[in-house]
Nanobody, 121 residues
Framework: QVPLVESGGGSVPAGGSLRLSCVSS????????MGWFRQAPGKGRERVAV??????TYADSVKGRFTISRDNANNALYLQMNSLKPEDTAVYYC????????????????WGQGTQVTVSS
């Protein structure tokens, strides 16, 4: 098991910023892909950003606005979200997996409990 704990969600107006954090008590380092998914009401889980071996992949909808980063020394993952839009409103989940870094949420082994992000217009 790789416990993942997210924090940093909240409510902001459109155009605002939030920084999500995810911390694990296990040594994730570069042996794991780590990333963020989100799920809006009535929709499926969508890959937002994933980082593996320093290479980051972003959903087209967040490119240029969101930045994913990791701090291996502290087993932490971050998502800096700028220029937030109402359509970014969702529950955001931290994920990790030893081998997979693709878009299928079912193939990620470890999930956090989620943190709510609400962007008002």
């Amino acid at each position: 098991q790789v416990p993942l704990v997210e924090s940093g969600g909240g409510s902001v107006p459109a155009g605002g910023s939030l920084r999500l954090s995810c911390v694990s008590s296990e040594d994730t380092s570069n042996a794991y892909s780590m990333g963020w998914f989100r799920q809006a009401p009535g929709k499926g889980r969508e890959r937002v950003a994933v980082i593996r071996w320093g290479d980051a992949t972003y959903a087209d909808s967040v490119k240029g606005r969101f930045t994913i980063s990791r701090d291996n020394a502290n087993n932490a993952l971050y998502l800096q979200m700028n220029s937030l839009k109402p359509e970014d409103t969702a529950v955001y989940y931290c994920v990790a997996d030893r081998t997979y870094a693709g878009p299928d949420p079912a193939l990620y082994a470890y999930w956090g409990q989620g943190t709510q992000v609400t962007v008002s217009s």
